[in-house]
Nanobody, 122 residues
């Protein structure tokens, strides 16, 4: 079992930055690839970013490429999402996720965090 706890969400003006953190506890953190997803009311959960077990490989959704950066620190069992040049359309609940097998689809997620709200005002 892995527990994931997100933090760092909040209210920010368009063009601003936030850094989300996801602290993991439980079974070996480095065994899992980690990702961030987001969701707004009435819409499906959307892939945002993914980082491999080692941290060497990263992947991003098209809407955040060039603005968001995912990273992880296996010694601290924490994954981060640095969000720059935020836009009102980035407003959502952001969820941390642990995946297996390198997959990035919702069906590959084995553990979810509880989510943290990010609101970007125009």
């Amino acid at each position: 079992q892995v527990q994931l706890v997100e933090s760092g969400g909040g209210l920010v003006q368009a063009g601003g930055s936030l850094r989300l953190s996801c602290a993991a506890s439980g079974r070996a953190f480095s065994n899992y690839a980690m990702g961030w997803f987001r969701q707004t009311p009435g819409k499906a959960r959307e892939f945002v970013a993914h980082v491999s077990q080692s941290g060497r490989n990263t992947y991003y959704g098209d809407s955040v490429k060039g603005r968001f950066t995912i990273s992880r620190d296996n010694t601290k069992t924490t994954v981060y999402l640095q969000m720059n040049t935020l836009k009102p359309e980035d407003t959502a609940i952001y969820y941390c996720a642990a995946t297996t097998g390198g997959g990035m689809a919702l069906s590959d997620v084995v553990y979810w965090g509880q989510g943290t709200q990010v609101t970007v005002s125009s």
